[in-house]
């Protein structure tokens, strides 16, 4: 079962034991979500290309911290979401609720709601907020082509979960996502970002999060 720790800026992750990695930066879980998924994919999508509904494929639900992160965007933008996410391994129950991101973010019911909504099933969460939870192995998920505006790619380090970060992962990834839509992720690999050009992206080397010197935003091409 993995460990509760407390990041710096006061906000819960998770430790996973076997893989000795946690699931959020320990220089502050949510800063670093805010700073990554938010501000430099969902923000940075709808400044430059606004949209009716975004929709948004998250490779880690994880805590939830994306979701609600992305959820609470959704309210105070009144922009429409369609919000996917793939998740091999969820946590048990007693794990996410010990979580303290509705304490610090709020919308408790709403957190409560992303965990214990059932799985493969579309959800309204609130109205113009559509959630789907997809309890796959990302390597036999399957998505319709060109279906998502914004990939939030959320996997453990390529350290930890090698075979997350493989050009046949990362195509069926980029086949998913429209031309001209944004994956962003924590990861800033020279492997990484020569894998996504080689897929037809065009890559951005993004000052990163706090504790974290950088970032990668890609685009994929064909706009």
């Known amino acids: 079962m993995p460990k509760l720790i407390i990041t710096q800026d006061g906000s819960h992750s998770l430790f996973h034991e076997a893989l000795n990695e946690t699931y959020h930066s320990v220089h502050g879980a949510i800063q670093e979500s805010v700073y990554v998924f938010i501000r430099q994919g969902l923000a940075y999508l709808l400044q430059h290309h606004p949209e009716s509904t975004v929709a948004i494929l998250e490779v880690g639900f994880g805590t939830g911290l994306n979701a609600l992160l992305t959820l609470q965007y959704s309210i105070e933008q009144k922009a429409p979401i369609h919000y996917v996410t793939i998740e091999a391994y969820p946590l048990e129950e007693s794990v996410w609720r010990s979580l303290n991101y509705p304490s610090t973010i709020g919308l408790k019911h709403h957190f409560e709601a992303l965990h214990t909504l059932s799985w493969d099933k579309v959800h309204e969460v609130i109205p113009g907020f559509q959630l789907k939870k997809m309890a796959e192995i990302l390597q036999e998920a399957k998505f319709d082509n060109e ?20 050009i046949p992962t990362l195509e069926r990834v980029a ?3 429209r031309p001209g839509g944004i994956f962003v992720t924590y990861c800033a690999r020279g492997q990484l970002k020569r894998d996504l050009m080689t897929l037809g992206f065009t890559v951005e080397t993004l000052s990163g999060p706090p504790g974290k010197k950088e970032m990668v935003r890609a685009i994929k091409s064909g706009f």
């Open 147 to 166: 279906a998502f505006d914004v990939i939030f790619f959320d996997a453990f380090a390529p350290s930890k979960q090698p075979e997350m970060w493989t």
């Open 175 to 177: 086949s998913a996502l």
